[in-house]
């Protein structure tokens, strides 16, 4: 690859993590909607008499796009789950390798096999802007949606996991 090819590459992918940089720091704010929202049920079904369902569905609306977003966090940041049973006794070395070969080998035909196989579903929910099965709230169609974020979102980190040199956050 050539030097012009290779610093473009660079500056895109620096570029795509620093717009998902703003994507998860943006994302991670929803969780105080919802633990608000969370909270308020009670009072609105027990003192109020009104609304605690539209307090719920909102709630998952936001949940749903808040988790969409935190698994993607989770992996920049390397705190998810992860089995290390064999890796840690691996050299150095070859966990950089697995590190760089696993998003490329595993997460981004997962991604792309979620978007595609999704893809019905999500998009006849998006087109009749689906309510909530048991309150016809408006909304539920974004739950199914969140599917096609965390899809997205997975695969972009995975490119540039699996493409880029080294991150910065590492």
Avoid: C
């Avoid at 919802?34 to 308020?40: A, E, I, K, R, T």
């Avoid at 079904?45 to 609306?61: G, M, P, T």
């Avoid at 789950?81 to 950089?96: F, G, I, K, N, S």
């Amino acid at each position: 690859m050539s030097a012009r090819a290779t610093g473009i590459r660079h500056r895109s992918l620096a570029q795509l993590d620093h717009v998902l940089a703003r994507v998860m720091s943006v994302g991670m704010l929803l969780v105080l909607p919802v633990s608000l929202l969370l909270f308020l049920q009670w009072p609105l079904r027990d003192l109020v008499q009104a609304y605690s369902r539209e307090a719920n569905d909102l709630a998952q609306v936001l949940f749903a796009l808040y988790v969409s977003i935190a698994l993607t966090q989770a992996t920049r940041q390397r705190t998810h789950l992860a089995t290390d049973v064999l890796a840690r006794h691996l050299p150095e070395v070859w966990r950089q390798r697995i590190a760089r070969f696993a998003p490329l080998a595993v997460l981004i035909p997962w991604s792309a096999f979620m978007l595609a196989a999704s893809w019905s579903a999500v998009w006849a929910s998006l087109m009749q802007l689906e309510g909530f099965p048991d309150t016809y709230n408006p909304g539920y169609f974004l739950v199914k949606l969140g599917v096609w974020l965390m899809a997205f979102l997975v695969l972009l980190q995975a490119l540039i996991d699996g493409f880029g040199d080294k991150r910065e956050a590492d």
